[in-house]
T-cell receptor, first 112, second 115 residues
Framework: GQNIDQPTEMTATEGAIVQINCTYQTSGFNGLFWYQQHAGEAPTFLSYNVLDGLEEKGRFSSFLSRSKGYSYLLLKELQMKDSASYLC?????????????FGTGTRLLVSP | DTGVSQNPRHKITKRGQNVTFRCDPI?????LYWYRQTLGQGPEFLTY????????KSRLLSDRFSAERPKGSFSTLEIQRTEQGDSAMYLCASSLVSGGFTEAFFGQGTRLTVV
């Protein structure tokens, strides 16, 4: 089976740092993705982790621990435009094919 | 524009009618996915194609749903005898699978409302 858990909603203030956690249980694993989705728009790719450790890309960083089935997305120096939903997705190979399985998303609200 | 293109962007239909959506992936991409997303939820996997072959279908995809990708280029998703529960955003994504990292790019989606 597949189970991907993220907090439903988080709030933070402009300029702060926020960490969005994701835990997963899948029958196969070949990478974890984070996507950003603004209301009414398509998801856009943020980061990808397949090995344990931290991947940094500008204000955004993503961490993966495969043994714990855990990832987080770290957003630094928050800006108002970062208010969006953040989707954790796992590339699941359990059925023999690769597909992206998404969590329900974490809605982040950045306030002034 | 070389991104993933979906048409129409919005569709309102009466219950019981058939609808068809189209997705044009990024031209060199060999993999194409269909997802469905309802308000406040993440995208749910429906099906995907590797070139023209449909490799996997979710159990969410009832017999009323059918997807095709003739010639491994654009894809269509048809819903027959629509029901109110079919109201959702239908997202298409494509990626290039050639070993290693394969990021999926999403289209803007088709929002279906069944009345």
């Amino acid at each position: 089976g597949q189970n991907i858990d993220q907090p439903t909603e988080m709030t933070a203030t402009e300029g702060a740092i926020v960490q969005i956690n994701c835990t997963y249980q899948t029958s196969g694993f070949n990478g974890l993705f984070w996507y950003q989705q603004h209301a009414g728009e398509a998801p856009t790719f943020l980061s990808y982790n397949v090995l344990d450790g931290l991947e940094e890309k500008g204000r955004f960083s993503s961490f993966l621990s495969r043994s714990k089935g855990y990832s987080y997305l770290l957003l630094k120096e928050l800006q108002m435009k970062d208010s969006a939903s953040y989707l954790c997705a796992v590339r699941d190979t359990g059925t023999g094919f690769q597909k992206l399985v998404f969590g329900t998303g974490t809605r982040l609200l950045v306030s002034p | 524009d070389t991104g993933v293109s979906q048409n129409p962007r919005h569709k309102i239909t009466k219950r019981g009618q058939n609808v068809t959506f189209r997705c044009d992936p990024i031209s060199e991409h060999n993999r194409l996915y269909w997802y469905r997303q309802t308000l406040g939820q993440g995208p749910e996997f429906l099906t995907y194609f590797q070139n023209e072959a449909q490799l996997e279908k979710s159990r969410l995809l009832s017999d009323r749903f059918s997807a095709e990708r003739p010639k491994g280029s654009f894809s269509t998703l048809e819903i027959q005898r629509t029901e109110q529960g079919d109201s959702a955003m239908y997202l298409c994504a494509s990626s290039l699978v050639s070993g290693g990292f394969t990021e999926a790019f999403f289209g803007q989606g088709t929002r279906l409302t069944v009345v």
